[in-house]
Structures are given as structure tokens and as C-alpha cells.
């Protein structure tokens, strides 16, 4: 449509996660693949990433190879961007270049992708004139992203938005990359932190549909190390939130604010821990003026994952602690058993979302799952919880640890 900005949304990436293993070392950038792969599929207007492209500041050059490769092949092509910049590239734009890609005359750029930095792929936060660069730099240079979002080393930032037009529909893009969660608190605390609001001639304040892309956490686990929800800026429409690995694709409508906050969640699990066992997604938001709807879509590359939290003593209900071992491996093989039974019903669930569900899927394509185990073991006894792991080589992608014992702290 002449009026409706589409885009492509995603984070937490981390290509080159755990790129060693011999089973799991291709899931981040086959996943990464997919996605960039619905661009062109789905017809976008441009991609919105919210950092953690890489698992590390220094990518091996396997996975700035994959990046590279997925980038080239999606982003670049004849279809002319649709997309007007408006702003002033100078302000808006970090590092040297001072031209969106599909701006420069050297390159056919005919998706572009819209990138912070965040925690794993940061440029220090220091003058970009003076640092090594970043990954993100590199991409950047190459033409195959616009990286925005810089954060200055002092204690005051100005955020300068991207603005895009498309028919009547006009967009601003604000990005803050990662900083230490304490420093950013105290900022959105003191109100050093600084949006600058759209002015082009003719278009009114209320005309910009605001997102603000940010790489903090969302969760606190102190007083000062997330971002609250207040400290958002009222004009803002939509927070694209990064960092957060739990994949929260529905919009969360926060009343207060009158905005919506998506957290897109990682695209590969970094962790053995519940928030990275739900579905993934990606998702295309589509803005028309002031409005946005948005389509999800189920990844079907990622490693199906089973997490669960059993307490021993109550699923035994042992009379005698005589042969409580014997029936506590007992019972937890079972479980395990059952947990990578019910990871391949979600994979192939996984690979029927999306289409008519009559297509026939074949169980013996799914790849080893990862499970993981906790077990409260408080009054019993169980075995060595690396050997009982060991037991489910061939049938886990994680042999090493699917079991996690551990005792409740006294309250």
C-alpha cells in the first residue's frame, strides 16, 4: 500500500552463540537466515533490528561470514526503496557514514536494515572517531546496515530520530544503544535523557508514528539496574525492547503511557532457563499514519527446548529412604523421556503454524531437543547429575547437563 510502512522486526540475534558445538553450533545463524528470509518473502519495507546481532564484539569470521552472506542476499537488489529520509543524517546516523545505505549511490539497497548496538556487539560507548570499531561498524561500513542509537560517554544523551517517510504516513525512529544498566537508570532518573521531537515544515507533532528501540533491561532484579516503565517518553508509540531473551511478540499495551511495548525476545536459547523455552517469533508490524498491526510469525528453525521444575520428594512420596536413588533415577528418566516426546509435538506444531495444519511432517527431521531438569532434591538422594545427563547422548542436544539439582533457600 502507497501509505503503510512494513517492517521486519527482530533481536538478540547472537550469531556465533555457542558456534563450536557439534550439534548446536549452526542454530543461530540458520535461525538468523530464516528471518531475514521472510523480508523478501513478505514483502517489507525495511528491517528493525534491536541489537545483539552477535554473541561477541569480535565475531569469528564464520559468523561475520553467515551475517554477511544473509544480508547481502536479502537486502540488496533493484526494487527501489519506498522510504523518503527526511532528517538529517548527521545527527541521526553512528560513526562516520553519514548516508542511509539506500541513499548511497554506490550500492542498490532495496531493504534496509535499521540496527542498535547492544551489550554483546557494543562500540564502548566512547567517541566512534577515536574507538576500535564495533561489529556493528563493520556492517555498517559495508553498507549492509545503518547503525543508529549511539549513546555519548558523558552522562547527558540526545537522541536524534531517523525520520521516514512513506506517502502519509511519516515514521521516527529513536534508538539508544546498551549501556550499563546503573548509568542508563540514573539518566531516565535525572532526566539527562533527551528526545528530540520531529520538525519538518508542514507535518504536525502529532502526525509521527514514534518507536523507540532500546537494549536494557526490562525485568529489575535491583532498584537500579532496569529501565521502568515510567521513564518512557509519553510521545512514543511503540518500544521495540531488546536484551530481554523471553520472546513477548504481542503487543503489551502499557495504559499509563498510551503506548505498546513488543519484546521480540532472543532467536536462539543462550541459556537453559524457562523464559528461552517459550515460542519464538518474528514478527511484521505495518504502520499506516497513526495506526500499526502486527503479523507473527513462528520460527521454525529454532531448536525445540522443553523446561520444566519437578520437586522429588513429592512426585516419590517414599515411605523408606532404602531405595530412594534407584526410584528417583527411575523417575527422572521418565520424565526426561517425556520432555523430548512432547519437544518433537512442539516442533512439529511449530512447523505447521502458519499453514493449513494438513501438510505431513516427519518426526525423524526434528533436531535433538535441549531439556532441561530441575529438580528440588530437599530430603532425598539422587546420583551424579552429569552422569544421569550423559545417559541421554544421541537424544539431547545438550548431554552434558539436562538435569539441574538443586535445594530451596531456607525463607
Known sequence: MADEIRLLISSDNHVGYNENDPIRGNDSWQTFNEIMGYAKTRDVDG??????????????????YRVLTALRETCLGDKPCELEFLGDPATALTGEIKKLNYEDENVNVAIPVFTIAGNHDDS????????????????ASTRLVNHFGFVSKDDTFVVHPILLRKGDTFLALYGLSNVREERMHRCFRDGKVKFMRPHCPGVSDDSWFNILVLHQNRSSHSSTDYIPQSALPPFVDLVLWGHEHECLIDPQYVVEKELNIIQPGSSVATSLCQAEAVPKYTAIISIRRKRMDIEKI??????????????LKQKLQLQSTVDMRSQAEKYLTDEVNSMIAQAKNEWVQAQKEGTDGTIDIDTENCPLPLIRLRVDHKDCKIGNAVRFSNTFAGKVANPKNVLSPFVPRKT
Open 47 to 64: 528491517i528493525l533490528l534491536g541489537g545483539d546481532l552477535f554473541h561477541s564484539n569480535e565475531p569469528s569470521r564464520v559468523s561475520m
Open 124 to 139: 564502548t560507548g566512547a567517541d566512534p572517531s577515536t574507538v576500535a570499531r564495533s561489529a556493528v561498524d563493520v556492517l
Open 298 to 311: 513462528r520460527l521454525k528453525t529454532v531448536r525445540p527446548f522443553v523446561f520444566r521444575t519437578v520437586e
